[in-house]
């Protein structure tokens, strides 16, 4: 009403920690998960902590590193690794096509999942080499991830 002013209403979670809790479970109960190893390469540390969360409560063993760098190191290392998951653009010099081509170098069964927050990923397709199931775009939701990765990991199994 005039003179009044105006009452806006709202409704926040109590915590950020028991939103996630809940997300995680429905996730686990209706995503897809594994046994394989996952090396996580992203730049935000949050993002990163908070795949890595989703990726090991799913049953896989994931590794982390914050850029390219750390990465090679993990990669040339003895673990064995079963899929890169990698942002595309990151600080440090190299990018994620740059990172694919050296794991791929360094193990050339490895398989690769980028995401990206850019909307053209026909583009990083084209030019990389990549069918659309190897790109994921920035936002996801966990559950959707979770089943992009089972796609790209069970695809040697679909062509045998």
Do not use: C, W
Not at 3 to 21: D, F, H, I, K, N
Not at 30 to 54: F, H, K, M, S, Y
């Amino acid at each position: 009403k005039m003179g009044r002013g105006t009452t806006v209403q709202l409704l926040l979670p109590r915590s950020r920690e028991a939103q996630a809790e809940r997300e995680d479970t429905i996730v686990s109960k209706v995503a897809p998960g594994g046994n394989e190893t996952i090396l996580v390469v992203e730049d935000d540390e949050d993002l990163r902590e908070t795949v890595v969360t989703a990726l090991s409560q799913l049953g896989y063993r994931a590794l982390q590193a914050p850029n390219a760098a750390a990465a090679l190191r993990i990669l040339s290392g003895p673990e064995k690794i079963h899929l890169l998951f990698t942002d595309v653009m990151m600080p440090g010099g190299m990018l994620g096509p740059a990172l694919a081509k050296r794991a791929r170098e360094l193990r050339p069964n490895i398989e690769v999942l980028f995401t990206t927050g850019y909307a053209e990923t026909t583009v990083l397709a084209s030019t990389a080499g990549l069918s659309s199931s190897d790109v994921i775009n920035k936002p996801y939701r966990n559950e959707d991830l979770a089943m992009r990765i089972r796609y790209v990991l069970d695809r040697e199994a679909r062509v045998a």
